[in-house]
């Protein structure tokens, strides 16, 4: 699909890596990487550089392409995700003489910024680095790595949604990062099939189908405990027969018998959940942001000890046995890694995104009239839509909506 030359070129500042929504800022305010989201009144794309949109102007005067990326630490070590590239209109002055707007307000109240006077270039908004002549994002599942390695650079097509950009860079102790020399040459061939992986059209704007309200699991900031998320998938499974037999048949593909009738137990000899009849027993380890815990070799690690106790254990021993490992997607487990371990054969990984799948379309308790249960079903079904995003996108739906709320507040506050 690429052919790449093992030339080496002198870098012309093409291309930057713009790291957003980078540290525990974002976690309580608005950060100021979505002025790169949103399109003003004016219909004028904007770009914002971190870490405060100021960038040296002589040093990035050839730039033409910002590419947006977020750390995605849960694939692999030093990989990032592309999540946006901005094209940069280079007949514009990046000087904005007049705050932009969105929604009717003011730039510098949603973002809190200022607008002063300088001598030299007049009314410039501190927190604006160029102007974009187009904005793309990727396609829906497609997903587009940069791994930054010490060896040679190059592109890895690990399947026809998903590519890695190698390349040797780094961005030291700032946010954002010219490609060296031969990592341009891989830029230059990635964009000459830009079209694959992104959405090249001019109307992407997510803002409008972004709800105003995080779901309570992200409020709460458990969202990604698997200590709850177990409670979770423990209590609704016990409680609602339906969903147990879906969950079962359909996600787990086991062939259970009609009149089966199962236990649910939680941290039994830590297992995360057991799932019991007279006929089999059901381990499920579910791992969300953790790895494989107690590896000491290859013989010695917490699935190990899980497949040992089941079939050592009186009372499991003559049971027919299922083993398996929940996690979302973007987990950095690997099924090769899992296959190594003494007993990691007997595990078959499966994933959030499969079991939403069951969930979207399921009635709770077949319950027509009870809101109460429609919303706390609900709730759980958001947290488990949330396992099934990538880092990136988990991050834009929190941002989104907390821009949302304070544009209503803002508005709110001009009314009164």
């Known amino acids: 699909m690429y052919k790449i030359f093992n030339v080496v070129m002198k870098s012309n500042n093409k291309y930057l890596f713009n790291k957003i929504f980078a540290g525990k800022y974002i976690n309580f305010n608005l950060g100021h990487e979505l002025k790169n989201f949103i399109v003003s009144d004016e219909g004028i794309r904007y770009v914002y550089v971190n870490p405060w949109g100021r960038i040296n102007k002589e040093k990035s005067k050839n730039i033409e392409y910002i590419i947006h990326i977020i750390e995605n630490s849960n694939i692999r070590q030093n990989m990032f995700e592309i999540v946006a590239i901005s094209e940069i209109d280079k007949n514009s002055n990046h000087i904005i003489k007049k705050d932009p707007q969105f929604q009717k307000i003011d730039f510098h109240k949603i973002f809190d910024v200022l607008f002063y006077e300088n001598s030299k270039t007049k009314n410039e908004n501190f927190n604006i680095s160029f102007i974009a002549n187009n904005f793309y994002i990727p396609k829906k599942d497609k997903r587009i790595y940069i791994e930054i390695k010490k060896e040679k650079s190059n592109i890895e097509l690990i399947n026809k949604n998903e590519v890695v950009l190698s390349m040797n860079f780094n961005f030291g ?84 018998d009609e009149e089966e009738k199962f236990e649910i137990k939680r941290e039994e000899k830590n297992i995360d959940i057991l799932i019991i009849s007279q006929r089999r027993i059901i381990v499920i380890e579910n791992k969300i942001y953790s790895h494989i815990n107690g590896i000491k070799n290859k013989n010695e690690s917490q699935l190990n000890r899980y497949f040992e106790y089941v079939n050592s254990d009186k009372k499991y021993k003559d049971l027919e046995k299922h083993f398996y490992l929940l996690i979302p997607e973007y987990s950095s487990i690997e099924k090769e890694f899992i296959t190594n371990l003494k007993y990691g054969k007997e595990y078959m990984i499966v994933y959030y995104k499969n079991f939403y799948e069951i969930l979207k379309s399921h009635q709770y308790l077949k319950s027509k009239n009870d809101d109460y249960q429609k919303f706390i079903f609900n709730e759980f079904r958001q947290n488990i839509k949330y396992l099934t995003w990538t880092k990136a996108q988990q991050v834009q739906y929190t941002s989104f909506i907390k821009l949302k709320q304070k544009i209503e507040f803002l508005k709110q506050d001009k009314i009164d």
Do not use: H
């Open 173 to 256: 102790r700032s946010l954002f990062s010219y490609p060296k020399n031969n990592d341009e040459i891989i830029l230059e061939n990635f964009f000459k099939q830009l079209d694959i992986w992104f959405d090249l059209s001019k109307t992407n704007n997510s803002y409008k189908t972004i709800p105003k309200e995080l779901p309570f699991c992200v409020i709460s900031g458990r969202v990604s405990l698997e200590l709850s998320v177990s409670n979770l998938l423990a209590y609704f499974l016990e409680r609602d027969q339906n969903l147990l037999n879906k969950f079962l048949k359909d996600f787990l593909n086991i062939n259970i």
